[in-house]
């Protein structure tokens, strides 16, 4: 029988870097996102994962900068309110280690990501709710997704980088039989 867990999106959150002037990183999160994981088996091996991410949601801690993000140049939050990813395999690796390979959409462009699941246990909280934790990274390159905007720097690279790395601490709470 499968068990079906939810995020619980106030105690998860959805977090990127990126280059900025080739010299430092800019951070931001999404505020936005849901989910949920269905289990079919002891462990989380085979599980299917489902996540949503408003991209308008987005925060840098600068309202210009998230509001150049919401436009055409990046996410296009008018044509595309949603990111998706659905995954495809969720392997075990070692005791708290998974891989999960699945389906990201973002700005209608649906591209195979690789990404790494830790595992940080079961519990069960205070309000006797059972709760499992993951944190989950990857790399997305954004051209991949028509994210493209960007200028020459004067002393070589370009102003904004390529690779945009991710961190999702997740925790989820399993649903009632």
Avoid at 37 to 57: C, H, M, N, R, T
Avoid at 85 to 105: P, Q, V
């Amino acid at each position: 029988m499968a068990t079906t867990w939810i995020v619980d999106q106030a105690h998860s959150d959805v977090q990127f870097k990126i280059k900025h002037l080739v010299i430092s990183t800019v951070t931001g999160s999404f505020k936005t996102f849901s989910g949920r994981l269905i289990q079919e088996g002891e462990d989380f091996e085979g599980a299917k994962v489902y996540f949503e991410i408003d991209p308008k949601s987005v925060d840098t801690n600068n309202t210009a900068r998230d509001e150049h993000l919401r436009g055409d140049d990046f996410f296009g939050t008018q044509d595309y309110p949603l990111m998706t990813f659905y995954s495809t395999s969720f392997t075990k690796i070692s005791k708290n280690e998974y891989e999960l390979i699945g389906d990201f959409t973002m700005k209608g462009i649906t591209k195979s990501l690789i990404l790494k699941a830790e595992f940080g246990g079961i519990t069960v909280s205070s309000y006797g709710v059972e709760k499992a934790g993951f944190e989950i990274s990857g790399i997305i390159i954004r051209s991949d997704f028509n994210i493209t905007f960007n200028s020459p720097l004067e002393k070589g690279g370009m102003m904004i980088g390529e690779d945009v790395k991710f961190i999702v601490n997740l925790q989820i709470s399993k649903q009632g039989i």
